[in-house]
């Protein structure tokens, strides 16, 4: 095959070694194989059996390369660019924490090697997925053709902002002002699935770089110092990666990296905050108040992106890409097109309700995942939990549609009532369930005022549930016990479940009585404090320790310490909670 043949024989690495191989301009050249002009006899003799055909295939390689992929397209565009008037500075970290503007760089650098023109993901990873993936192949690559004459620079205030951020209900909206007169102010909602600052902040511009003369320099200032950064300084890193480490604003930073590139006068962006101390701050607190007026009246309005997608760069370098990066990719793309499992969608639906009904937030779906990672959370718990957001535990309907005897199982033996998880944690008549929410709550009057109404949302939630005023994000004794408290319990009526259900095939004589339930419970929290204990140790663990005044101000009101231990009792090991551990099952049968 030919392309074998230019890649083993004549050893075509770069696009210069394309157009060496497609010039052929020998007047002796004839289409034949055994051609006698100088150019086909040195081909053949470094084994080529048709130079002919490289020549043409070369030559149709070629043909399909974007012009910003191909030297003489891609460095005329760049001369052009570079035409005007003043050098743009180096763009650099320390330039944008002083609030300096970064020259937006819309032309990427000429490829060395062949293998660098290739992309892959590109019909998945790119600005519109409903591109059939032989136009994404076939299209050249737009390059803007004005020039800018000495024109003004364009300065646009472009912020956006949020209410009801971090949670389900965040609504995003952005605001442009034009303080020359350039073009009119004007402000919206921003559309999306999910919103934040940042979002708002990236609608912005894309709406600033659109109402602009594209022929003229243009200078944004915005709110947001991530946008800036991830449009200037790692836009290069971004496009290589096709965008997958910012996989929830990955869509309005395509549509930005397209805008501004399509612009043919120079591009700068600014990120200026109230530490900076200068004249825009002003400016820019009048356009965000704008844009946080827009995020509550206005509705949201998609941007048309059809124009645009000839200056996106569609998915990923083959070149250099890594195991991790082509898995994340992939993972993404599948879960754009994997519908969510309905019992799923469901439970985090109650999780969500339950959440807000005691934090008066409701939380994305994102955050409840990422919360099954608490460290406030054992491992056991953790895989409960999780397993019980998937409705994968075998219980209720699971049996339903099986043949006799297994769908008996559906039923609780006790209350002849088809077993869910709510039933289990909360409606059933068992011991276990009785008790230990019984001694739960009597254990955390100290600590809570009012014990919380909780369902089966709030034990999925509950790493989530908060139970003070602390800020977001502090830490917080008081919220950490009741985590802690309400999760283990809810852990430990469902092992006991499993137990009489399970091992002991429901036999009422083998059910555990109520002083066994009690000394499992304190078992089980007293094995948290040990835990907690072994976590601060700052030599063992260094920067994953646990903070210290973190475990005493959790556990603070509830222990019975002896006259002997300090308040720091962290490492006195006999701190128990209550009347203390039980003796092991089994030794007093």
């Avoid at 754009?336 to 985090?348: F, G, I, L």
């Avoid at 937030?361 to 054992?378: F, G």
Wanted: net charge neutral.
């Amino acid at each position: 095959p030919v392309s074998k043949c230019l890649k083993y024989k004549h050893e075509a690495t770069t696009v210069e070694h394309l157009e060496e191989l497609a010039e052929l301009d020998d007047l002796q050249h004839e289409t034949i194989t055994n051609c006698d002009c100088e150019n086909c006899g040195e081909d053949r003799a470094i084994g080529c059996q048709a130079p002919y055909h490289c020549a043409e295939g070369a030559g149709d390689l070629l043909a399909v390369l974007a012009p910003k992929w191909n030297l003489n397209t891609a460095l005329h565009a760049e001369d052009e660019y570079d035409a005007l008037p003043t050098t743009p500075p180096e763009n650099t970290e320390r330039r944008l924490d002083e609030g300096d503007a970064l020259v937006f760089q819309p032309h990427t650098d000429s490829p060395s090697e062949v293998a660098h023109l290739y992309r892959i993901f590109a019909r998945h990873l790119s600005i519109n997925r409903d591109t059939p993936l032989n136009e994404i192949m076939q299209r050249d690559a737009a390059v803007p053709t004005e020039r800018a004459e000495g024109a003004r620079t364009t300065i646009a205030y472009a912020c956006g902002s949020t209410i009801h951020g971090r949670t389900d209900n965040a609504k995003g909206g952005y605001a442009l002002h034009f303080p020359n007169g350039e073009a009119p102010d004007s402000q919206g909602a921003c559309a999306g699935k999910t919103q934040s600052q940042e979002r708002s902040a990236v609608t912005a511009i894309i709406r600033a770089a659109t109402e602009a003369d594209p022929a003229a320099p243009l200078l944004i200032i915005t709110n947001s110092k991530s946008a800036v950064k991830k449009l200037t300084l790692l836009a290069k890193k971004n496009e290589k990666r096709g965008w997958i480490d910012h996989p929830e604003n990955t869509d309005v930073l395509r549509q930005a990296m397209a805008t501004l590139r399509k612009r043919a006068g120079r591009t700068e962006l600014a990120c200026v905050t109230k530490k900076h101390a200068r004249p825009e701050t002003a400016v820019m607190e009048q356009t965000t108040r704008r844009a946080r007026e827009a995020a509550r009246h206005e509705r949201p309005i998609e941007i048309h992106t059809r124009e645009i997608e000839h200056f996106d760069a569609p998915g990923a370098t083959l070149q250099g890409i890594t195991q991790k990066i082509a898995h994340n990719a992939i993972r993404q793309i599948r879960a754009q097109s994997t519908p969510a499992r309905r019992k799923t969608k469901e439970n985090v639906d109650k999780t969500k309700a339950a959440v807000q009904r005691q934090n008066k937030e409701r939380p994305t779906e994102d955050q409840i995942w990422l919360a099954l990672k608490s460290r406030d959370l054992s491992r056991n718990v953790r895989n409960f939990l999780w397993k019980a957001l998937h409705s994968g535990h075998k219980i209720g309907d699971y049996f339903t549609g099986m043949p006799a005897p297994w769908n008996e199982y559906a039923q609780c033996a006790l209350c002849n009532r088809t077993e869910t998880l709510q039933h289990i944690l909360f409606d059933c008549s068992s011991n276990e369930t009785r008790t230990v929410w019984a001694l739960a709550k009597t254990f955390m009057e100290h600590k809570l005022d009012v014990w919380p109404d909780l369902d089966v949302g709030a034990i999925l939630g509950a790493p989530l549930l908060k139970f003070s005023d602390t800020p977001t994000g502090m830490p917080d004794g008081t919220t950490r016990a009741a985590r802690i408290v309400i999760s283990e319990s809810a852990f430990l009526i469902w092992k006991i479940r499993c137990e009489r259900c399970i091992e002991h095939e429901g036999d009422p004589d083998k059910a555990p009585s109520a002083e066994e339930i009690t000394g499992r419970w304190y078992q089980a929290i007293n094995a948290r404090i040990a835990n907690d204990r072994y976590l601060t140790n700052k030599r063992r663990y260094k920067n994953k320790a646990l903070d210290k005044d973190l475990v005493l101000d959790t556990w603070e009101r509830l222990l019975e310490l002896p006259e002997n231990v300090p308040e720091d009792w962290i490492r006195h090991p006999g701190v128990l909670v209550g009347r203390g551990t039980t003796r092991p099952r089994g030794r007093e049968r």
